[in-house]
């Protein structure tokens, strides 16, 4: 099993443009997770999704659009990339809510210049 | 969901016993207290979960006071490997759709 995939590891933007992170899961898990990790910084939300269909903000939602076609599929959308978003972003799924277990991807590094 | 304060940072060395601690006042009565390890450029991993009194698998043990108000995070006789960032995170497993992150506990093991 690959567990929780992320596409592309690595990209450099100029502001203003556009892309979209995919994150793939093969556990038939419910619950997907977006988060951002600035150096030196924890982990911060930015959008999660309960199920298939639907999705809800985090602790850090502008800036960013996400969605939930298909349940192994959670999209991280960058509209109009600005340097403030320059992080290194996991997703993460779960079997269910809370104090489930989650299971990270390696990482998405994404560089705005 | 139930705040968490732990450390910002630790130093120890190669062999010794490393004790984390985790505060978290308001812990509600359905929650678990969950620990996840975070080596430099990767995911972070579960180690642990517990609810009450003390758990222990093959990487750590959780030790839960009977008021649930704090937990500790064990890891015997580390090794320069453990290098890393500890999170602690507390909550309930029906009901909490976020999933909130601390800042963590950087782990700093001296040879």
């Known amino acids: 099993n690959a567990g929780v995939t992320q596409t592309p590891k690595f990209r450099v933007l100029k502001t203003g443009q556009s892309m979209t992170l995919l994150c793939a899961q093969d556990?038939?898990?419910?619950?997907m997770y977006w988060y951002r990790q600035d150096p030196g910084m924890g982990l911060r939300l930015i959008h999660y999704?309960?199920?298939?269909?639907?999705?809800a903000k985090g602790e850090v939602p502008d800036g960013y659009n996400v969605s939930r076609l298909k349940k192994q599929n959670f999209l991280l959308g960058l509209e109009s990339a600005a340097p403030s978003q320059t992080s290194v972003y996991f997703c993460?799924?779960?079997?269910?809510?809370?104090?489930?277990?989650?299971?990270f991807g390696a990482g998405s590094r994404l560089t705005v210049l | 969901l139930a705040k968490t304060t732990q450390p910002i940072s630790m130093d120890s060395y190669e062999g010794q016993e490393v004790n984390i601690t985790c505060s978290h006042n308001?812990?509600?009565?359905?929650?678990?207290i969950t620990w996840y390890q975070q080596f430099p450029s990767q995911g972070p991993r579960f180690i642990i979960q517990?609810?009450?009194t003390k758990v222990t698998n093959e990487v750590a043990s959780l030790f839960i006071p009977a008021d649930r108000k704090s937990s500790t995070l064990s890891l015997p006789r580390v090794s320069l490997s453990d290098t890393a960032v500890y999170y602690c995170?507390?909550?309930?497993?029906?009901?909490?759709?976020?999933?909130?992150f601390g800042k963590g506990t950087r782990l700093h093991i001296l040879p």
């Open positions: 308001n812990i509600a009565t359905n929650d678990y």
């Open positions: 517990g609810y009450k």
């Open positions: 556990m038939n898990h419910e619950y």
């Open positions: 999704s309960v199920g298939e269909g639907t999705t």
């Open positions: 993460a799924s779960s079997y269910s809510a809370g104090a489930n277990v989650l299971t």
């Open positions: 995170l507390v909550g309930d497993m029906n009901r909490d759709d976020k999933i909130i």
